[in-house]
């Protein structure tokens, strides 16, 4: 396997591990085991990867790398990429199990344009894993204004001056997160549920993932060394270490009781900080680190690339999956053996599923959502005619004070993570 293979391999790994996380914690909290398991890790490292995967083209147009991404094609691929494989998954799951039917006119137009988390107190049981899935749009139409606002800033100055301006913009996340949190809990909010799936209870997650997708092409074009980073991720041990110590606190008594119960607001601020920094954390070593470290090897392997590459499938099947094989199952009385049963048939029944959805649906989608449309073809090489200045060609050329060749930096997933090499996000 290539260098380039590797890291895109780790990627995937890291989506991978997420979708079993959330497998693992929905399938233990039924358990006798509810400690088993990151509650909350899986959604919120989807967070960050996606952050990180979506705005790297705004991150070269920021720094004068690349030119403006185009939001046409950028909304084609986001919607081909998420709704497809949903709609799927929400009509035939209301085909066979009745109970999972949106309720009236409204509660089907809320659940098929991934609404419903706007609606006080609409909660779908069975389909309540689909929260993340509505965040995850909301992401999709904040981005483009967000890094579009935050890039002109910056792109007013010299690079590695616009480099510590959108870092300091994108830091404006964290208080966003904290504020909308705070403001939830001082109104008793969070018995609505849906207050706590906005947009601005995760924001510190994608913008986190953002901020590696910053600092990893500025990196590449020589605009920063990130001589400290660089060291700790070498180090083969430091970020597992660190993540397992993050995971142990996070899981202590600080974060509170395990399982769904009501906690305070430290207690899930404890959690939500832990998981957002181990999910960081992650994504930061297989970006930055050694192929060969622990973290890398352990995502690339050929289990969890697997499981990232089925992951959307994974995660929208496995709830469905839960529920309706604890109405018509019974499980052992043993607890280990309850746990483990548990999990064969979920992921028995679940990871064939998102392996024909991905086949049948999501590729498919994916493919599609790659074609050029005629009319965009048209004007593409209608821009293309001699006189006409290519935005490309103009914008790409870095600041003076960036001028660094790219070629003398390391060749590690900084300069091996193309765009074209990423994984299906």
């Known amino acids: 396997?290539?260098?380039?293979?590797?890291?895109?391999?780790?990627?995937?790994?890291?989506r991978g591990f997420a979708a079993l996380m959330v497998v693992l914690v929905h399938s233990t909290v039924r358990t006798q085991?509810?400690?088993?398991?990151?509650?909350?890790?899986?959604?919120?490292?989807?967070f960050v990867?996606?952050?990180?995967?979506l705005y790297r083209p705004w991150a070269r147009w920021t720094l004068r790398l690349g030119s403006s991404p185009d939001v046409f094609v950028y909304s084609r691929r986001r919607l081909s990429r998420i709704f497809p494989?949903?709609?799927?998954?929400?009509?035939?799951?209301?085909?066979?199990?009745?109970?999972?039917?949106?309720?009236?006119?409204?509660?089907?137009?809320?659940?098929?344009?991934?609404t419903w988390i706007y609606v006080r107190g609409h909660f779908p049981d069975v389909l309540a894993h689909t929260w993340s899935l509505a965040t995850e749009v909301s992401w999709y139409v904040a981005l483009p204004m967000m890094?579009?606002?935050?890039?002109?800033?910056?792109?007013?100055?010299?690079a590695r001056t616009a480099l510590r301006i959108t870092t300091g913009l994108i830091a404006l996340s964290l208080p966003v997160t904290i504020g909308w949190e705070y403001w939830i809990y001082a109104n008793h909010l969070a018995i609505y549920f849906t207050y706590s799936f906005w947009l601005p209870a995760f924001l510190v997650c994608f913008a986190g993932g953002a901020l590696v997708a910053l600092y990893m092409e500025a990196y590449a074009a020589g605009i920063t060394s990130l001589p400290r980073l660089r060291r700790l991720t070498a180090d083969?041990?430091?970020?597992?270490?660190?993540?397992?110590?993050?995971?142990?606190?996070?899981?202590?008594?600080?974060?509170?009781?395990?399982?769904?119960?009501?906690?305070?607001?430290?207690?899930?601020?404890?959690?939500?900080?832990?998981?957002?920094?181990?999910a960081l954390s992650l994504l930061t070593a297989v970006v930055f680190g050694p192929a060969n470290a622990p973290v890398a090897r352990l995502m690339s392997s050929t289990v969890l690339a697997t499981a990232g590459r089925w992951s959307y499938g994974i995660y929208l099947w496995h709830l469905p999956v839960i529920v309706i094989l604890d109405q018509?199952?019974?499980?052992?009385?043993g607890a280990v053996a309850n746990l483990v049963m548990r999990l064969v048939w979920v992921l028995?029944?679940?990871?064939?599923?998102?392996?024909?959805?991905?086949?049948?649906?999501?590729?498919?989608?994916?493919?599609w959502s790659r074609r050029p449309m005629a009319f965009r073809a048209a004007d593409s090489r209608h821009r293309s005619l001699p006189g006409r200045r290519n935005a490309e060609n103009t914008d790409a050329t870095p600041s003076t004070e960036s001028n660094t060749a790219t070629t003398a930096q390391p060749t590690d997933a900084a300069n091996t993570v193309r765009e074209r090499s990423l994984p299906d996000e």
């Open 85 to 114: 494989a949903y709609l799927v998954m929400l009509f035939i799951v209301a085909l066979v199990y009745p109970p999972a039917r949106p309720v009236g006119a409204d509660g089907w137009f809320y659940s098929v344009t991934l």
């Open 328 to 333: 018509r199952l019974t499980y052992p009385d």
């Open 49 to 53: 990867l996606s952050g990180f995967l």
């Open 236 to 278: 083969r041990w430091a970020v597992p270490l660190f993540v397992v110590g993050i995971a142990l606190l996070g899981t202590s008594v600080l974060g509170g009781s395990d399982g769904y119960v009501p906690h305070t607001f430290g207690e899930d601020q404890v959690r939500f900080a832990s998981v957002t920094t181990i």
């Open 147 to 158: 890094a579009g606002v935050s890039g002109l800033i910056a792109r007013r100055f010299a």
């Open 1 to 14: 396997m290539s260098r380039r293979e590797e890291q895109v391999a780790a990627l995937t790994g890291l």
């Open 348 to 367: 028995g029944i679940s990871v064939p599923l998102a392996a024909a959805t991905y086949a049948w649906v999501e590729k498919p989608a994916i493919d």
């Open 33 to 46: 085991y509810p400690w088993l398991g990151l509650p909350s890790y899986g959604p919120v490292a989807l």
